[in-house]
């Protein structure tokens, strides 16, 4: 037997599309894709999610169960009520015919005799039977007065048990986002460079809200819908065995409902939200590349793509919503065969005399029972599935490596003067790429270190490595003597300030975005950070200043602002230790300038790391390390770099002569258009 075919990259996009699709869609009755690579072991660790409530969920089965019994019985005593009226009526109907002295035997006997048989084997059949009787109503009112109390604690215990599930749900998914949000500060930096942010976000909400749904749906109705069944069907061969042989006819033909179209309509439905997926995937494309559309005139192949998808799109939703829509009026016509089955043998069953009116009664509302959980139970095998699924993805986060913990023996950090060094650094993202192989210099306190080198040389990977995201292969990193290693991730890292080339600024005002450097800081020297790093330039443009809200995106200030934000944050901070990667590449010419003089302020008394592409940034560095495939090949000050006429002194004549060259192509072309004589429009035209 060969083995299964793995997806491709682009099915398993599919699949991760759909499953969006159908999670945001809301629609749980229109299940599809999700299916678990392990199912059995992801549904059973599901459900041991439950564990700690197991004393309450224990209970409130046993008070669902009994809701059901209930529930069960309460057709049964109903039908009580109906033969005594049916009898009371009967018995009125003889008192002409028999004296009131007459017993039920003899009144019987008188029947057969006149050749009324039919009714006397109904009388025959009948309990406290009295001629001239009529309807006994204090009885009547007891088994009326009884029906509604058993509907009324059925209710009330299946009630009780959906709240303490709703509860026991909540909290036990309340716990596993706490679990996921502790597993994400606890997983290395490699995790996130590995798993996409779109995915992740995915399973830590659209997944743990599937499997809120699942176990909601699934477990009360499960426990309900099974209990029901066994309780329908012992009900009902106790009334009648024959008639339970006819309503238990009718599960092969469900089965077989559920066996040809239930997978053909779940495969329909997987097909449909995979279009979904697609056509929700191409219209975020269009609408978020909508400039280049317009800018490349590809609007009629856009528009042409689009209807082609939406037809598709259309002919598996007609199909899936078809073939599901078929299942529903295929069992009701089994159940209704089934129904003219139950009262035509029941009818000829009380006509012989085998039953009593009520029990037939009471027969066919269980048979309306039978099949309901019957069909409940088999949309939840798909439901489940989906569920299961996604409690596997979300295992998977759980399950996943984590960074070692630090030592619970670690020193304390003495504060030093901010003395750096790497000693005989080794390390690599993946063992057979080998990137850093032996790197040693040391940086003295004060210091500007400037890094420097091509795309993929190791600089960003160098101050991941000072701030611990990363664990050496070999070798150590010394801060103040004391090797980072030894010490505490907090320990490193609060004492560092880092500008990335990205700024990240959260749905908050301007204030708390700089002071969540450090969250002590007073207004005043949130006012003084941002004063030397020019956002107070900007901020009193606007119109609440500082209190300014920035909203999700920070999309109401711009790419430079958002970066001087972020500048502002970093200082307001007071690290020892200061990381600017390519953090002025956002801003303009003049402003970078004024940064500069800021920064060298700022940098005071700090040891800094700059990572830059733009050589002039970094001219007054105290130190420049020139990176090629990780090795450091010069290191200097910008003169002496250049008077060597080495690496750095081939990127920064390479990056001046493009300057210069791209001057010249715009002294040229100005020319040109300058040399074009200009013809005046005809008066006459």
């Known amino acids: 037997m060969s083995a299964p075919d793995l997806p491709t990259e682009e099915e398993r996009l599919e699949e991760e599309l759909a499953e969006q699709a159908r999670q945001n869609s809301g629609d749980w009755d229109s299940v599809a894709p999700g299916k678990a690579a392990n199912f059995r072991v992801s549904f059973f660790r599901m459900i041991a999610l439950l564990k700690p409530h197991w004393i309450g969920f224990s209970l409130v089965s046993l008070a669902g169960a009994v809701g059901v019994v209930l529930a069960v019985i309460a057709p049964k005593v109903l039908g009580e009520a109906t033969n005594i009226i049916f009898e009371g009526v009967v018995s009125a109907a003889l008192g002409g015919q028999f004296p009131a002295s007459a017993t039920q035997d003899q009144v019987v006997e008188a029947l057969r005799a006149a050749g009324q048989g039919e009714i006397a084997n109904m009388v025959a059949a009948m309990s406290n039977f009295q001629v001239g009787a009529g309807i006994d109503f204090d009885r009547l009112r007891g088994v009326i007065i009884a029906v509604m109390v058993i509907y009324v604690a059925s209710a009330l215990l299946s009630w009780v048990q959906g709240y303490v599930i709703n509860v026991i749900m909540v909290r036990t998914m309340w716990q596993l986002r706490e679990d996921v949000e502790a597993k994400l500060n606890r997983l290395p930096l490699s995790y996130f460079d590995k798993v996409q942010r779109g995915e992740l976000i995915s399973r830590v909400t659209n997944d743990i809200d599937n499997i809120t749904q699942t176990m909601q749906q699934s477990l009360s109705g499960a426990l309900t819908s099974v209990l029901t069944v066994v309780g329908v069907l012992v009900m009902m061969f106790s009334i009648s065995w024959q008639l339970a042989l006819v309503a238990l006819v009718a599960l092969p033909l469900m089965a077989v409902i559920f066996g040809i179209i239930g997978p053909k309509s779940q495969k329909a439905f997987k097909t449909q939200w995979r279009k979904v997926g697609r056509l929700n995937a191409r219209v975020e494309e269009s609408f978020s590349g909508h400039a280049l559309v317009q800018v490349f005139g590809r609007d009629a192949a856009s528009r042409a793509q689009f209807a082609e998808e939406n037809e598709e799109l259309f002919q598996a939703s007609f199909k899936a919503q078809f073939l599901s829509g078929i299942i529903m009026p295929g069992m009701t016509f089994i159940g209704s065969l089934s129904y003219v089955g139950i009262a035509v043998l029941g009818g000829l069953m009380v006509a012989s005399g085998n039953l009593r009116l009520g029990d037939v ?185 500082y209190d300014t809200v920035l909203d999700e995106d920070a999309s109401n200030v711009s790419a430079g602002e958002k970066q001087l934000i972020t500048i502002a944050r970093a200082f307001v901070a007071q690290p020892s230790v200061l990381i600017l990667d390519e953090a002025t590449s956002s801003v303009d010419t003049r402003t970078e300038l004024l940064l500069q003089h800021a920064m060298a302020a700022l940098r005071a008394g700090r040891t800094s790391f700059v990572i830059a592409h733009r050589l002039s940034t970094i001219r007054d560095a105290d130190l420049i390390l020139v990176m090629e495939h990780g090795d450091i090949v010069e290191k200097g000050t910008h003169d002496e770099l250049i008077a060597r006429e080495g690496a750095y002194w081939r990127l920064y004549r390479a990056q001046f002569e493009q300057a210069a060259a791209d001057i010249d192509l715009e002294e040229a072309l100005e020319a040109e258009t300058s040399a074009v004589p200009v013809i005046a429009p005809d008066a006459g035209a």
């Open 361 to 545: 009664q009471a027969f066919i509302q269980y048979s309306q029972q039978f099949t309901q959980p019957l069909s409940e139970l088999g949309g939840m095998a798909a439901v489940v599935q989906s569920g299961t699924a996604s409690a596997e993805r979300v295992f998977d986060l759980l399950d996943a490596d984590e960074q070692q913990p630090d030592a619970p023996d670690a020193p304390a950090y003495v504060p030093g003067r901010g003395v750096i060094e790497f000693e005989h650094v080794k390390f690599s993202y993946d063992p057979e790429q080998p990137l850093i192989s032996d790197l040693s210099f040391r940086v003295e306190p004060g210091q500007t270190v400037a890094i420097v080198g091509p795309t993929g040389a190791g600089k960003t990977t160098l101050v991941n490595l000072l701030m611990r995201f990363y664990e050496l292969d070999g070798g150590r990193i010394l801060l103040d003597g004391q090797d980072v290693a030894s010490l505490t991730r907090d320990d490193v890292r609060t004492r560092t300030g880092m500008v990335l080339q990205d700024p990240w600024l959260f749905a908050g005002t301007i204030r708390e975005n700089i002071r969540y450097g450090r969250q002590s800081a007073t207004d005043d020297e949130i006012v003084d950070a941002a004063t030397a790093t020019r956002v107070d330039t900007f901020v009193h443009s606007l119109p609440d200043g």
